[in-house]
């Protein structure tokens, strides 16, 4: 089965710098790689997602990127503020029932 | 849009006592329903997930078990809890591709 790995665990970085977070994932048949953020004590929410037929997408301050060769992806946050603190989540899936996902990056942005 | 329902939003319950967390989902029909849980610090592990009333799937061993009494209704139970048992459960509605997450249940078990 699909397995997903998520680096750093953790990551602190100072207010308007840049963030990147990395996954890789071990089934080439994975399509569908989206990102969450879960906020303390909530729910995972849906920030960005990408589908195996695009190597880039990007939303205001927010981009991902996808090597299927390499089979890694990537959260690119840009000019980060205090607000993008949270856990993320990278997830892959193949098939139904059948996302995976990776053991999350706590992201502290410091003012 | 569709909005998930959990509750309890917290549970501390003693060891051997049974569970039962209910999941309900509104705004959409016939939805593929997903139960999640997360432990302190740790990643999403699929627990269970339903295409349809009656019809679940089971991704891991363990003392939990899922049913789908209604097309919205998605309900987690255990007859006796285990300490491993606390964490973080979620409750999901979407499909593989995309899925929406409600508040979640801390549960503790003591």
């Known amino acids: 089965g699909e397995n997903v790995e998520q680096h750093p665990s953790t990551l602190s970085v100072q207010e308007g710098d840049s963030a990147v977070i990395k996954c890789t994932y071990s089934d080439s048949a994975s399509n569908y790689f989206p990102w969450y953020k879960q906020e303390l004590g909530k729910g995972p929410q849906l920030i960005i997602d990408i589908r195996s037929n695009v190597g880039e997408k990007k939303d205001q301050r927010i981009a991902v990127t996808l090597n299927k060769t390499a089979k890694h992806f990537s959260l690119h946050i840009t000019e980060t503020q205090p607000e993008d603190s949270a856990v993320y989540f990278c997830?892959?899936?193949?098939?139904?029932?059948?996302?995976?996902f990776g053991a999350g990056t706590r992201l502290t942005v410091k003012p | 849009s569709q909005t998930i329902h959990q509750w309890p939003a917290t549970l501390v319950q003693p060891v051997g006592s049974p569970l039962s967390l209910e999941c309900t989902v509104e705004g959409t029909s016939n939805p593929n329903l997903y139960w999640y849980r997360q432990a302190a610090g740790r990643g999403l592990q699929l627990l269970f997930y339903?295409?349809?009333?009656?019809?679940i799937s089971s991704e891991v061993p363990q003392n939990l078990s899922a049913s789908r009494p209604q097309d919205r209704q998605f309900i987690l139970s255990s007859k006796k809890l285990l300490l491993s048992d606390s964490g973080f459960y979620l409750c999901?509605?979407?499909?593989?591709?995309?899925?929406?997450f409600g508040p979640g249940t801390r549960l503790t078990v003591l």
């Open positions: 999901a509605s979407g499909t593989a591709d995309e899925q929406f």
């Open positions: 339903s295409v349809g009333i009656g019809q």
């Open positions: 997830a892959a899936s193949v098939q139904e029932g059948d996302m995976r």
